[in-house]
C-alpha cells in the first residue's frame, strides 16, 4: 500500500511539474478567466449522487447486474446523445435546461455504465456466498464494494469531469470542466496548479479511505 501510494504521489508530481512548466500565457496583460463558482455546487452534488447510487444499484443487482442487456443498452449512447436528447424533451415554457438539466444529463449518462463498471468488479457469488443464504449476500457485497469505492472514484473522476465537459458545451452551463479546458487553451499555470492539487488531494483522500475500509 505505501509502494503503491508513493507511486502514485510521484505521478501527481509529475502532473504539477507539468503544469508549472508551461511556457507562459496566452492572456498576457488580461486577467485569467474567473472561475465559475456557480457549478462548484451542482457538481459536487452530481459526483456524490453518482458515487453513491452507483454502489447502491451494484449492492442490489450484484455481480450478475454487469451482464444484463438493458444496462449496457442504457450505457451504450455517448454524452452528446444525452444531451440532446434532454434539449428535444425539456419544456420550452421551462428556459433553458440550466444546471439542473446537466445535473438529469449527467446522471443519465454516467449512472448506466459505472454501476455496470463495478457488478463486474464484483466476485462471482456461486456457490458462496449464496448457499449462506441471502444475508450472507448482503454482507459480502457491502464489504467489496466498500474496499472498491475509493479506487473506484479515484479511478473515475477524470472520467466524469470530461462527461462534464461535453454536457457542459452542448447545454451551454459554464463548469468545471468547462473551466479546466480553459485554463489549458490560455495556459493558466497557476489556475491548473490548483487544479492538479485538488485532484491530488482527493486521489490522496480516496487511499486513506481504502486504507480504512480494509
Not at 472561475?35 to 447502491?56: E, I, K, N
Not at 419544456?91 to 449527467?106: D, E, K, R, S, Y
Request: hydrophobic content about 60%; glycine content about 8%; charged content about 15%.
Amino acid at each position: 500500500m505505501k509502494r503503491r501510494t508513493a507511486m502514485g504521489l510521484l505521478v501527481w508530481a509529475f502532473g504539477l511539474a507539468l503544469a508549472l512548466s508551461l511556457p507562459g500565457s496566452v492572456w498576457k496583460q488580461a486577467a485569467p478567466p474567473s472561475f465559475p463558482w456557480d457549478a462548484v455546487g451542482p457538481t459536487t452534488l452530481a459526483v456524490l449522487s453518482l458515487s453513491l447510487l452507483a454502489p447502491l444499484l451494484a449492492w442490489i443487482g450484484g455481480p450478475d447486474l454487469g451482464s444484463r442487456r438493458a444496462l449496457a443498452l442504457l450505457e451504450a449512447p455517448p454524452d452528446l446523445l444525452w444531451a440532446a436528447l434532454l434539449l428535444a424533451l425539456w419544456p420550452a415554457v421551462w428556459g433553458p435546461p440550466g444546471l439542473g438539466g446537466w445535473l438529469v444529463a449527467f446522471l443519465a449518462a454516467s449512472l448506466p455504465g459505472e454501476a455496470r463498471w463495478l457488478a463486474q468488479a464484483m466476485p462471482a457469488e456461486r456457490p458462496f456466498p449464496q448457499a449462506w443464504g441471502r444475508a450472507a449476500v448482503k454482507r459480502v457485497r457491502w464489504l467489496v464494494l466498500v474496499r472498491l469505492w475509493g479506487r473506484w472514484v479515484a479511478a473515475r473522476l477524470p472520467v466524469w469531469l470530461t462527461a462534464t465537459l461535453v454536457l457542459e458545451r452542448v447545454l451551454g452551463v459554464p463548469g468545471l470542466g468547462t473551466d479546466w479546458l480553459t485554463r489549458v487553451a490560455v495556459r493558466d499555470r497557476v489556475g491548473l496548479t490548483v487544479w492538479v492539487l485538488a485532484l491530488a488531494l482527493l486521489w490522496s483522500l480516496s487511499q486513506w479511505l481504502e486504507r480504512e475500509a480494509a
